[in-house]
């Protein structure tokens, strides 16, 4: 009977188990390593839109003549403020709901007396009754700590994103003749250098575009939410054009908050269903006709590895692990697309394939 060679076998065995505790590990050093990682990821992606955003600079005419560092210096200071507004926004808003929580406590009755006499219930429930079986545990004043402590965390890290923003663009132009003079072998040093180029490329031109979209839907929301006299229409439409960076879910599910809060404000079913119908109707338009014109190919992803991958991020990180989901998941692919043993992986991940070149 002859010997079936098995020679093969331990050494693949040996490199699964491997592969194994290399993704355990390494979900295990996201986990504990998220108060680094996280403002460190943001800033980098911060970087591209910035980036994009100073070469914008160097096309229209009377800013040219500036040097690349001083339209650098000009799209951060930018962003620093528009970060800052924000910020303010946030804490501004917070401070109105709760000022404004006596009217919707009123409309929330007389929702509850509209609907007893719709189903024809006599005894009518009354505000105490339902703070009661609901929420009446709850203390206000440590909802309002949590939330003001929730900003403060928040403003620390957009603080680090911003500085690591700035050195991130002090230093990219010199990175080319570190990653030269760090590896003795010129060609992979090519092939790293193509690697990022392309990384660059690609991701740069996709939040680009991706952060005009969302600034686009972010006033179109802007202009309904403010024609319908519903509260907070500028920090409803910041939420909304956030959230539209989570592919899918995130634009619609920052619809239902605005949605939700005009049933409490108004008190009529029908304008609340006016007012979902016309962000949702901005939401297809710009999603399924705008962006696939504008987006294109930039991010070659399946859209199951997209569902994957913000399903992975989110478990990890949270709402900013959904944010950062599909541009640190395009890294990935182009990385594992650049040698061959992981190529395969990057083939599998990506949406269009050309058979004949395998070009992804």
Known sequence: MPDVPVSGYPSQLVFLVNAALLVVLTGFLLIIGKPVLLPILAAVIAVYVLTSASEALGRVPLLRRLSPALRRLLVLL??????????????????????????YQANIERIVAQGADMFGVDERPDWKTIRDATFGRLSVQSLINTALLNITGIGASVFLVIVYSAFLLSERAGFAGKLSAAMHDPEGAARTEAMISDINDRIGDYLAIKTMINVILGAVSFVILWALDVDFPLFWALVIGLLNYIPYFGSLVAVAFPVGLSIVQFGDLWWTLLLGILL??????????????????????????????LAV??????????????????????????FG???????????RVDLGTRHL
């Not at 949270?318 to 989901?325: E, F, I, N, R």
């Open 78 to 103: 930018a962003f620093t403020l528009v970060v800052l507004i924000l910020l303010g926004v946030v804490v501004d808003t917070i401070s109105r709901i709760l000022r404004e929580a006596p009217t």
């Open 313 to 338: 991020w989110s478990s990890l990180w949270g709402l900013a692990g959904a944010l950062l989901a599909v541009p640190l998941t395009s890294m990935l692919t182009i990385v594992f697309s650049a």
């Open 341 to 351: 043993p992981t190529r395969p992986i990057a083939i599998l991940m990506a949406d």
């Open 280 to 309: 949702t109707v901005a939401q297809m338009f710009i999603g399924n006709v705008v962006e696939p014109r504008l987006i294109g190919r930039r991010v070659n992803l399946s859209p199951f590895v997209v569902l994957v991958s």
